[in-house]
T-cell receptor, first 114, second 114 residues
Framework: AQSVAQPEDQVNVAEGNPLTVKCTYS??????LFWYVQYPNRGLQFLLK??????LVKGSYGFEAEFNKSQTSFHLKKPSALVSDSALYFCAVRDSTGGFKTIFGAGTRLFVKA | NAGVTQTPKFQVLKTGQSMTLQCAQDMNHNSMYWYRQDPGMGLRLIYYSASEGTTDKGEVPNGYNVSRLNKREFSLRLESAAPSQTSVYFCASSELAEALQGYTFGSGTRLTVV
């Protein structure tokens, strides 16, 4: 069965500092991995994905994520955080052999202080 | 703006009442999904429709029914609402069931069952 874990409920970072939001996953086949962001009272917005190819993928708003197969991780990163990055971030995974179901993590709330 | 539209945005029901949540997309996507979001649990898949004319159960289908009315519309019905169904409901769509481009989400319906 596929699963995804976001070990931190909350991440605090100062504006201008690098940020990392962690995600680990478990699948039977090859993973398809996604990051979404949710702003207050809004639906989720797609940020980036890893399907195949380069382990470092770049997405919207300056975010990037690194796929690490040996550690089964897909951490979200940004070199310099902005106050406007404060939001709820969800990692999601789909198993290439598991049909059409995408599993979402519980979410990590990011606070960026000015 | 193109996207996924959900109605209503807010609803309060009494235990035992029924209601239908509406969802429509104008992106000509083939696949549509209903998720519920609960604190600390991320998003859980209720039902999905890989293509027009098909529907399948997700992780938490009990107490819900769905109808894929046409390619654009996918409704979620609560026949006899229970307090455990208090949640935020999100509809999403993707071009194909594989969803390798990620999902497009609606802005959500906040449902309270008293």
């Amino acid at each position: 069965a596929q699963s995804v874990a976001q070990p931190e409920d909350q991440v605090n970072v100062a504006e201008g500092n690098p940020l990392t939001v962690k995600c680990t996953y478990s699948v039977s086949g090859n993973p398809y991995l996604f990051w979404y962001v949710q702003y207050p009272n809004r639906g989720l917005q797609f940020l980036l994905k890893y399907i195949t190819g380069d382990n470092l993928v770049k997405g919207s708003y300056g975010f990037e994520a690194e796929f690490n197969k040996s550690q089964t991780s897909f951490h979200l990163k940004k070199p310099s955080a902005l106050v406007s990055d404060s939001a709820l971030y969800f990692c999601a995974v789909r198993d290439s052999t598991g049909g059409f179901k995408t599993i979402f993590g519980a979410g990590t709330r990011l606070f960026v202080k000015a | 703006n193109a996207g996924v539209t959900q109605t209503p945005k807010f609803q309060v029901l009494k235990t035992g009442q029924s209601m239908t949540l509406q969802c429509a997309q104008d992106m000509n996507h083939n696949s549509m999904y209903w998720y519920r979001q609960d604190p600390g649990m991320g998003l859980r898949l209720i039902y999905y429709s890989a293509s027009e004319g098909t529907t399948d159960k997700g992780e938490v289908p009990n107490g819900y029914n769905v109808s894929r009315l046409n390619k654009r519309e996918f409704s979620l019905r609560l026949e006899s609402a229970a307090p455990s169904q208090t949640s935020v409901y999100f509809c999403a769509s993707s071009e194909l069931a594989e969803a390798l481009q990620g999902y497009t989400f609606g802005s959500g319906t906040r449902l309270t069952v008293v």
